[in-house]
């Protein structure tokens, strides 16, 4: 079966529909976590997810990503200092979901997330760290690229690390993967494909003004297509 592959997508509601008038149904639909923070509409985001994966159940795979962990940090109260996931995008994330928002609130706000949106966060809190479909290992962040046995990665590492692609890919697998934007790798905002092909980043700055990028690739790794949705935001920051 073919793969369309979506990450990154930040609570850009627009860009996220308009790409996936591309997936044809037929197809597995993956997306590759840091569903929520930065856009503005978080809440929509995820509950299009959630409808998507109810009407298509064998057609939709989610995974998580670093943002959706900072999240369950935050809403299981385990953050002694909340300012970092604040910053990084869970104001807005928190505007998007609750209305009427107290800002300064802080554990109040947590407790609301985790009564009123139960589902979402069961949701957000229950998908993936990785993925493997035939010739593909698909992640959020990457996998710990030193160990010899790539299952061996933290799960935090399957959400946070960065330039694993430096490091030779020996799992015989396609790594696809997101979080890092492929601006800091090519300098534009396409899809990045390593020398030989084993590592695939999709991650195009859409929440800072790039561009949400979809891979279409068949199981054995033989790349279809490429589809792009520009963001309306100016780019505000490379990482």
């Not at 990503?65 to 940090?73: A, R, S, T, V």
């Not at 905002?189 to 068949?218: R, T, V």
């Not at 490429?226 to 100016?234: G, I, L, N, P």
Request: aromatic fraction near 12%; charged fraction near 25%.
């Amino acid at each position: 079966m073919n793969l369309f592959i979506v990450s990154d997508i930040h609570g850009m509601y627009k860009q996220f529909e308009e790409i996936i008038k591309y997936w044809d149904r037929e197809s597995l639909l993956v997306i590759l976590g840091d569903m929520i923070d930065r856009g503005e509409y978080s809440y929509e985001v995820v509950q299009r997810i959630m409808e998507l994966q109810k009407q298509y159940p064998d057609k939709v795979v989610v995974m998580k990503g670093n943002h959706e962990d900072m999240l369950m940090y935050y809403v299981d109260g385990h953050m002694k200092d909340p300012t970092p996931f604040l910053v990084n995008g869970g104001l807005e994330m928190l505007r998007s979901f609750i209305k009427d928002l107290d800002e300064e609130a802080v554990e109040q706000n947590a407790v609301i997330l985790k009564t009123q949106f139960a589902a979402e966060i069961e949701f957000l809190r229950n998908a993936r760290h990785y993925y493997q479909y035939g010739s593909l290992l698909i992640t959020h962040a990457g996998f710990d690229s030193l160990l010899e046995d790539w299952q061996e990665t933290s799960p935090q590492d399957f959400l946070w690390i960065r330039n694993h692609y430096k490091e030779e890919n020996k799992t015989g697998l396609i790594n696809i993967f997101g979080h890092t934007p492929v601006r800091n790798m090519h300098e534009i905002d396409d899809i990045w494909i390593s020398p030989g092909g084993k590592y695939i980043g999709i991650d195009g700055g859409c929440a800072y003004g790039g561009q949400l990028n979809a891979l279409f690739i068949s199981e054995q790794g033989e790349i279809i297509d490429m589809f792009v949705v520009c963001s309306d935001r100016k780019m505000e920051s490379k990482e």
